[in-house]
């Protein structure tokens, strides 16, 4: 059931374990080119099928960004963000780069980690301890803006890591787990007690669940009811996205160093061959 906002404030005082930036934003475009985000530099890298590996946001200047941990991507290619934590800002990048700023009716205090779009009229918010669903209406030169808030369940995500099922369902990472959670606010548990916390998810067309121990640095995967490891020793692995050829693209963050980020390739045999790397922009 979906609570109203007001009724449920109170839990939005807990807050996550600190974290350093673990550059867990990571998407991919229909063209198959990756888009990974850092939250100090503020910044937004693509890489091209070839692993050439450009800056395609450097908002440092303007702060728009503002210290942004995730990334999620529609089906136009349109980069969706939530930055400046419990500022609640929430973005919109189009592919040529504009940036979008989303009007929405913020909570004090509400510290957001990832923003999910669920079609043209809606949009999942994913706060560490809560998840949300905001309607939207129409705005200014086609930017949507928010227009109800509503609590959809008392349970989120610390890491941000979340992935839409095909059943409009939304699947997030809790700790060393993964609930569950449909639109009317019902919650399951999808895996449980993996050992280490949770940072990247990834959804296949079959239903298998491919997700990033963070701690450990393994990379894992869920296929009916089975819990399979698809590679280790990765550093502090993260975000995830599937390739079309069967292969796993992670995100490795370091040990919460902001030192440079690594984008490595798991094929299906288990190889592991370095894609690109995240190089800091300059003159910071």
């Given amino acids: 059931m979906v609570r109203p906002l007001l009724a449920s404030l109170l839990l939005l005082a807990a807050a996550a374990p600190a974290r350093a930036h673990d550059w867990n934003g ?19 890298w693509r890489t091209e099928t070839n692993g050439k590996t ?15 941990h995730h990334l999620e991507i529609d089906g136009d290619d349109r980069l969706w963000l939530a930055s400046g934590c419990d500022k609640g800002n929430l973005w919109r990048i189009s592919p040529d780069g504009t940036i979008d700023a989303i009007e929405w009716p913020k909570p004090e205090g509400l510290t957001l980690e990832t923003v999910l779009p669920d079609g043209p009229d809606a949009l999942w918010i994913v706060a560490p301890k809560q998840v949300l669903r905001l309607t939207l ?3 200014k030169d086609g930017v ?16 941000g890591a979340c992935v839409r099922a ?26 449980d007690g993996i050992g280490g916390e949770i940072f990247g998810l990834a959804l296949s067309a079959d239903g298998a669940l491919t997700f990033t121990d963070w701690e450990h640095g393994r990379l894992l995967r869920l296929k009916d009811g089975v819990v399979s490891e698809l590679a280790k020793g990765l550093a502090h692995p993260s975000g995830v996205v599937l390739a079309k050829d069967g292969a796993v693209v992670v995100k490795e963050s370091g040990r919460q160093t902001n030192t440079t980020g690594l984008l490595r390739r798991v094929d299906v045999d288990g190889t592991i061959t370095l894609l690109a790397k995240l190089e800091p922009p300059a003159a910071r």
């Fill in 166 to 191: 095909p059943d409009g369902a939304l699947l997030l990472a809790d700790g060393d787990s993964v609930k569950r959670v449909t639109k009317e606010g019902r919650v399951t548990d999808v895996v």
């Fill in 144 to 159: 949507p803006r928010g227009k109800k808030l509503a609590v959809v369940a008392a349970v989120g995500s610390p890491s």
């Fill in 137 to 139: 209406e129409a705005g």
């Fill in 54 to 68: 450009t800056l395609f946001v450097d908002s440092k200047e303007g702060v728009k960004l503002e210290h942004a």
């Fill in 26 to 44: 990571l998407v991919a475009d229909k063209a198959g080119r990756l888009y990974s985000i850092d939250a100090d530099w503020c910044c937004i």
